[in-house]
């Protein structure tokens, strides 16, 4: 048997062509079982620097670039690629593998010099300059284990892009590191983050001969050869891993991803980051590593959605075992308020959806009399219900005076009379869904937390940890039940949130919910999902608006950062929306037959609403594109093209993205525009940016945006546009 070891970049190699899989497991169980490997073509590209690489048949077309280290008693072997035949054998004979003689990470290098133009000047001697994005000289790079070449460049680059460009090639833990210190970590910080596990810290025990498979078993055990690469463990875990099991593949925390997961704190911690920065995935290893700590304790891991709750229940049951599994609770909070309501009063209850509560808003407002004009301006269905939501029930009780005094920071100001009309309003509305025997979510999520708050109910302090994803979509009824629910003390609330991704409810203060995260929280920027080209047009969409996050900083994109590289996003302004149609349909049929042909789930076609998701389907399946329309609990069939309104994409990803119907009457929406307020208008748009910003992020590798007629001001305008419809 030989220990076979593969590069976590094949994953991506593999989802992209399904039809290379079962190829990959014949060459993989081959290698595993280390016999008869003849049929695998093994060669040795001609000039190869590394006398250890080989390049192996995986299919006519394809070849597989490996290391063979070892021998017959302890073979191992190293596969880094799977690259079409010329390409294989060209990047075979470029590459070299080592355990880095700082800290004994095992490395692949790469030849430096397709790298950008950045001349390789004299060293700087002044290490704090602040012109250079990484302010260290370049001796001091070399001191935490950054190989000399990549350390002479990156000490001279001043533009991110360019230090982006230069990583692509890099080790994974060496393009970490640099951009650790470009965002203003220490060498020291940066030393420990990447240095053996304690210990094992001592220079001597350091591995560093790549050849040597008893140093390269001991380098496979240092976390940061493992972000990079993936011991198989036998027949059970392979399948898994070309299923594309991501729990297979043992994701790796970076280490500040690792740090955030680990480490006590002694109240609520908050987590914020970027779209694809890890945050659910910090989530998931928290509640796991919280319930794993302490049988006894009770967990609840919950968000707004429920496709994202089934999406969490998901990754949760492939990283936990099975009983640590069986421990966590996972619902959407309307569940757990549904729960919480339900357990205590045992009403079965009629909820209006949105929509539907417009209309008791209308009727309450032709109901109270003595409205002025300038009443009637303000007090319009979106102003009430927020204010309901986000003033009303966000106060413990529903007390008149209260609200008189209440903290309203953010919203539209309106006089203290204007205030005892709202009220009487809000007694309205409530009074007319009390004689229709039906409620709101809002209500129903307000009485919840005064249950869960009231000391004669066996609510309070259910559980002894609450994580929360996508906190950024709850309301202040919502964070009260949670600060209810959960026992006060370390660890009780650990929070992800990203204000940018804003498309539900509106902003709170947590601290004015009894919530306190100030000076306990991280802010994470390296982007795991999105290239970076795709990754700067989503963000270019939010500019022009201003975000703050729940503690009312200011959320900004400036240290966003990607280390994966694709094609520029393309644009297709469609004469009509038939076009555009056309347009979608050869977009999705060209992708699935592309060398090599992507898996139909990897693709996905995200519309502003629902109309448009049943007319896209439609053409799909007339064009006998496989296809699946994606509801509230997930795709109905897994396996075909996904469709979905941008709501239903939240927190989903996939290799490559239209983003459609992307017109300016429906981003924002028109309609909705034009019945708010002032006020209620710039609340309409940033969500309307984060939503779009939402969709663009869910794409991978490929973007594509199409609308038909005025595009949505929201859209950079320095886009290519893509090969026009036939
Ligand atoms: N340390 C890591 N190494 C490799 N991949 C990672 C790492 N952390 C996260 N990822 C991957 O990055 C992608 C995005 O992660 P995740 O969904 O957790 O991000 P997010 O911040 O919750 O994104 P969003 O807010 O856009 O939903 C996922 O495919 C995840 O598997």
């Known amino acids: 048997m030989a220990t076979v070891v593969l590069a976590k970049e094949l994953q991506k190699n593999l989802a992209v062509d399904g039809s290379l899989k079962p190829r990959a497991w014949d060459l993989l169980s081959k290698l595993m079982a280390d016999q008869d490997l003849t049929g695998l073509d093994l060669k040795i590209p001609k000039g190869a620097r590394d006398p250890r690489v080989r390049t192996a048949r995986v299919t006519d077309n394809h070849r597989a670039v490996l290391f063979a280290i070892g021998s017959d008693a302890d073979q191992y072997y190293l596969l880094v690629a799977i690259r079409p035949h010329d390409d294989a054998y060209r990047y ?102 990447y240095s053996r596990p ?154 209006l959806r949105e929509k539907d509560e417009r209309r008791y808003w209308e009727n309450a ?75 709101t979510w809002a209500l129903t999520a307000a009485r919840a937390a005064a249950i869960a708050q009231s000391s004669d109910r066996p609510v309070a302090n259910t559980y002894d940890h609450v994580v929360v994803d996508e906190g950024q979509d709850l309301s202040p009824a919502h964070w009260r039940l949670l600060r209810a629910v959960v026992a006060s003390g370390p660890n009780d609330l ?91 349909v050869q977009t999705v049929k060209r992708w699935l037959v592309d060398v090599p042909a992507p898996a139909p789930d990897s693709l996905a076609v995200l519309v502003p609403d629902g109309t448009a998701v049943v007319e896209v389907i439609r053409a799909l399946e007339r064009a006998g594109v496989p296809v699946t329309e994606v509801n509230e609990n997930g795709p109905l069939d897994p396996t075909s093209v996904q469709v979905a309104t941008m709501h239903r994409a939240k927190g989903t990803e996939f290799a490559r993205c239209i983003v459609a119907d992307v017109q300016s009457e429906k981003i924002p929406l028109r309609w909705t525009l034009e019945q708010a307020s002032g006020h209620d208008q710039a609340d309409i748009e940033r969500k309307a940016r984060s939503l779009l910003y939402v969709a663009c992020t869910r794409a991978r590798d490929q973007l594509v945006i199409t609308w038909a007629g005025e595009p949505s001001r929201y859209l950079p305008s320095e886009i290519q546009q893509g090969p026009p419809a036939k």
Request: glycine share 4%.
């Open 92 to 193: 075979a004979a470029q590459i070299t593998t080592q355990l880095n003689p700082t800290n004994g990470v095992l490395e692949v290098l790469r030849d430096l010099t397709p790298a950008p133009p950045v001349p390789l000047a004299p060293e700087r001697t002044v290490a704090d300059d602040r012109r250079f994005l990484v302010p260290f000289l370049a001796a001091e790079l070399k001191s935490v284990g950054i190989m000399s070449e990549l350390a002479e460049r990156a000490v001279q680059i001043r533009d991110v892009d360019e230090l982006l460009k230069l990583c692509e090639t890099a080790p994974r833990w060496q393009s970490n590191a640099l951009l650790d210190l470009a965002d203003g970590k220490s060498l020291e910080e940066v030393r420990s983050s």
């Open 198 to 351: 304690e210990g094992k810290s001592a220079r001597q025990d350091v591995p560093t001969d790549a050849s040597n498979p008893d140093q390269l078993r001991d380098s496979l055990s240092h976390f940061s050869s493992r972000m990079e690469f993936v011991v198989v463990e036998g027949d059970e875990h392979l399948r898994r891993m070309l299923q594309g099991d991501f729990a297979a593949w043992r994701l790796f925390l970076h280490p500040e991803q690792r740090r955030v997961v680990e480490k006590d704190r002694n109240g609520p911690y908050r987590v914020t980051g970027g779209a694809g920065t890890g945050k659910t995935i910090v989530a998931l290893h928290r509640a796991a590593e919280l319930a794993k700590r302490n049988p006894a304790a009770r967990v609840l891991l919950t968000t707004f959605t429920k496709n994202l709750a089934h999406q969490l229940k998901a990754g949760l049951r492939h990283l936990a075992d099975p009983d640590t599994y069986a421990r966590i609770e996972v619902c959407n909070i309307d569940q757990l308020v549904r729960d919480v309501v339900g357990r205590a009063t045992g009403d079965r209850l009629a909820i």
């Open 365 to 439: 407002v032709a109901n109270v009399p003595d409205l002025s004009a300038k009443d009637r301006a303000v007090f319009t269905p979106y102003f009430l219900a927020s204010e309901h939501k986000q003033v009303v029930l966000g106060m413990a009780n529903h007390d008149k005076h209260k609200y008189l005094e209440a903290y309203r920071r953010g919203r539209v100001s309106i006089d203290p009379s204007q205030k005892l009309r709202v009220w009487r309003i809000v007694d309205e509305f409530r009074r007319l869904l009390s004689v229709d025997k039906c409620t």
């Open 494 to 584: 650990f929070i992800c949130e990203d204000a940018h991704q804003r498309i539900y409810g509106e902003r709170v203060v947590l601290s004015k919910l009894g919530i306190e995260t100030r000076g306990r929280s991280q802010r994470l920027t390296l982007n795991y999902r999105t290239t970076k080209q795709v990754l700067k047009y989503a963000t270019q969409v939010l500019v022009g608006e201003t975000f703050q996050d729940m503690e009312e900083e200011e959320e900004s994109t400036r240290h966003y950062r990607s280390l994966l590289a694709g094609p520029d996003p393309k644009k297709y302004p469609a004469h009509d929306w038939d076009d555009e149609k056309r347009y979608i």
